[in-house]
């Protein structure tokens, strides 16, 4: 059947998939190798790149083409692939050019500020910049709010996770909420009495190195696609078929880096095990920055944190340094599982963290649509703080509302992608039990491959071929279903 | 004053060099990075920019704007930048795109099976698919001369050394030819009674490693502006903000890595003092391939082997590896000033290295310009081995004309760069120690600046904004004359 116009499309495509992989090798190699003085090339070269992919998705040509397309015959998938295809063009779209550069100026001037203004607990300060990136960010929100018919702040969202609403996260995480901090309060009561012992540094880098490696070789990580390098804030970059992982170390603490590796390798397995035959068109990209969430969570907490993995991954640990009492099996797994509300978001436990984004999301949604403004943070912040946590937060602003760089950078509507990422790896794993009854008995016998496989053919090889409820409905039966999480929690915790 | 086409012009260069900073970068990291199955996606990519870059270069607009903007009233240096735009549109407009994949087709069939066709001495195998290249070469040399008015063989290194042509070059090393047999004889002969006292290793490669960069530093190569990685062909690459060298490391031998990595950067400082008010405009390229292996062969030779940096050099040496006799100044000066007649190009000694390149000259010539044929290579090699170095190199193609990568790339009448990179290196110091009569004084005291100064103001200032003769002429009071070079080998090893 003959699809003239789809091809086009097709071919357009597969061009914006090579210039783009030439954007990430550049982004990664920015953050893992640039001497400082390459900032202002790079930062001109990056610009030039994205002008000349946002020309080529605003191309004047494609909204006719996209039309004739859709009246081609084809076949499902092709036609799931147009879907994606409209729905990048609508995105570069639907923002006048002007609005982009001057949200550009106005995050870069905030981001650049917030990293001082932090350190030195300065709020006044970061809300006199930020008032304009907000400003910009509520238009924003209001012309996708015009070209999608949905909430401002749902539009925001929907650049992240398509087809996620307030209305429903109103739901979600007005659940979570009742339960949380009670079982937050019961879990610390639990482990009140728990020995655990703290292990003793220093953890020389190259051992760790060498030691996150394996772990990521134990995950099924391959290393002829992808690599492990060192960034300020790891990521997981590059391109499905040249994964760029990056983690940090210090030399007092081993476990972050380990873990964090751990979790940016679910993210690693995604990338790579997208479906090879689609590469470059937009049905082959991961579904949502949440499904791309539950597999980093899949694999640092209901995998990695799994008794069963841990048994497997504690001799590792104690051949990497000299064996210590802390690196017993049940020892390693209670450090990895110990629960204690803290005031900063990246270092949360898995119980304690969803607080951290219900905190969030119940601040920006209001002020992405207009509800609140940037002098009412503060109060809100520590009133949820305390309701949640029970902590105290007042005054400190640097381990408050000024923690997170995603404000300074208008990403509004990206935090409850990690808290749905949690939930969704609970869910897969409660269908993954359904579905194969000695899951836990292979996982304590080290067969990892059982958890892999399941999640490649379930969620990996889909990448965008279906929305994301009805992945989620193919791959366990539901639409999205926190009762899981919970479920998750109460086990493991209580 | 109003250059309104000049600037239109400007600006498409600009743009051209943001581009080509990702392409840079990429191909960086495809040497000293990439996964193997990170190839195909990484070749796709970059042929995209290829592309992309070859359509912006040969836009219908530019030929009428060159015109127009060539009538404006431009300053001197905007009038040379215009003049090497316009060698750079002549180069890229030369050939048919359909002539430039049949040979990207064949160079990376033949370069392909050379890898295996080297190993295992097959002449035959590697003829059957030269003689494609090689056709396409002549057909390309055919007419570069017909836009150029060049002799085929000029027209071709043109492309790599503007200005230089086989008359010139026929004279030169027709010089060369007579006193260098009987040099390398009367070296040989002073030289064999010297004691040399070979290091003993292993020498670890981390402590290489740093070794390598502290002579870097001794070099003043700008970290904060590159780095130092490896691969398995030592290249220097990068943009002149971000110069990203290379070397490789084995741990039985310490000097190849450590006079590469000193050549690589001569190279590198080449790029990073280039003038920073005209980057991204092609009068700030580097001059041509002789004046940057001037520059490695500067830093390499005429410094690097220079006994007062040796004295400098020595206790890095010492103190990176445990102390040994061998490491003494007058010994280490010894081990890197050793001549000895080789099969092969790159491991050759400073003195015998010019007979590898008229050899290989004087069959590129007659090749491209069909007066030969590709049968005629071995018995043609074997003679001139023979006649110029005393040495019997029949039957073994592998160390033969097998060795090099250029001809199986096309890389026709870019081998005289290197010499006449060595014989510029001399020329310069020569040049030098006029200008700074005490130049070998202020070297023995470690005072290297001096030299970089000159480098600096003369050469690397200068980027393009004379042809070669000129900035030669300006640099050190004539065009290119191989006295020096001669008078520089006579003066170090006799």
């Known amino acids: 059947m003959s699809t003239p116009t789809y091809d086009e499309l097709a071919s357009t495509w597969t061009r914006l998939h090579h210039?783009?992989?030439?954007?990430?090798?550049?982004?990664?190699?920015?953050?893992?190798?640039?001497?400082?003085?390459?900032?202002?090339?790079r930062a001109a070269a990056m610009a030039e790149m994205a002008a000349l992919l946002h020309r080529m998705r605003t191309d004047p040509k494609l909204p006719d083409q996209l039309a004739r397309a859709e009246q081609e015959p084809l076949s499902d998938p092709q036609r799931a692939n147009l879907r994606e295809m409209r729905r990048e063009w609508r995105l570069s779209n639907a923002l006048p050019e002007s609005l982009v550069q001057r949200q550009q100026l106005a995050t870069s001037r905030c981001e650049h500020a917030w990293r001082t203004q932090r350190p030195a607990n300065d709020w006044a300060g970061f809300v006199a910049n930020f008032r304009e990136v907000l400003a910009i960010g509520r238009e924003e929100a209001a012309l996708l709010s015009a070209e999608t018919g949905l909430r401002k702040y749902d539009a925001m969202m929907d650049r992240f996770e398509p087809g996620m609403t307030s209305a429903r996260l109103d739901a979600i995480f007005g659940d979570v909420r009742q339960w949380l901090p009670g079982?937050?309060?019961?879990?610390?009561?639990?482990?009140?009495?728990?020995?655990?012992?703290?292990p003793a540094g220093p953890f020389p880098i190259e051992k760790q190195r060498a030691l996150c490696e394996q772990a990521m070789r134990l995950l099924g990580f391959d290393f002829e696609a992808g690599r492990l390098d060192v960034s300020a804030h790891p990521f997981c970059g590059g391109v499905p078929e040249d994964v760029r992982m990056t983690t940090r170390f210090r030399d007092d603490e081993f476990l972050g880096s380990l873990m964090g590796t751990v979790h940016e390798t679910g993210h690693g397995r995604y990338e790579q095990n997208l479906p090879r035959d689609w590469l470059g068109q937009p049905l082959a990209n991961a579904r949502s920055m949440a499904l791309h969430e539950s597999q980093s969570l899949s694999f640092e907490m209901q995998l990695g944190a799994h008794p069963g993995f841990v048994k497997h991954l504690a001799p590792l640990v104690a051949a990497a340094f000299e064996r210590q009492p802390a690196f017993e099996p049940?020892?390693?797994?209670?450090?990895?599982?110990?629960?204690k509300p803290g005031l900063i978001r990246v270092d949360a436990d898995e119980v304690t963290y969803a607080a951290h984004i219900i905190l969030r999301y119940e601040i920006e949604r209001p002020l992405v649509e207009g509800e609140i403004e940037p002098e009412d943070i503060p109060a809100l912040w520590d009133a949820k703080m305390k309701e949640l946590l029970g902590l105290d937060t007042r005054g400190n602003f640097?381990?408050?509302p000024l923690q997170d760089v995603h404000w300074p950078e208008a990403l509004f509507g990206y935090f409850p992608c990690y808290s749905l990422g949690a939930m969704y790896a609970a869910q897969w794993f409660a269908a993954m039990r359904r579905g194969i009854p000695d899951l836990d008995i292979r996982i304590n016998r080290g067969d990892f491959a059982v958890v892999f496989d399941w999640l490649r053919e379930n969620i990996w090889s889909q990448a965008s071929?279906?929305?994301?409820?009805?992945?989620?409905r193919r791959a366990s039966g539901e639409a999205l279903n926190p009762a899981h999480f919970r479920a998750h929690l109460e086990k493991r915790y209580l």
């Open 19 to 41: 210039l783009g992989h030439l954007q990430s090798i550049a982004g990664w190699d920015q953050a893992a190798n640039m001497p400082p003085k390459g900032v202002e090339a």
């Open 183 to 198: 079982l937050v309060q019961r879990v610390m009561a639990k482990q009140a009495d728990e020995k655990v012992v703290q």
């Open 330 to 339: 049940a020892n390693l797994y209670r450090l990895m599982t110990r629960v």
């Open 398 to 400: 640097k381990d408050g």
């Open 465 to 472: 071929r279906w929305s994301t409820d009805d992945l989620a």
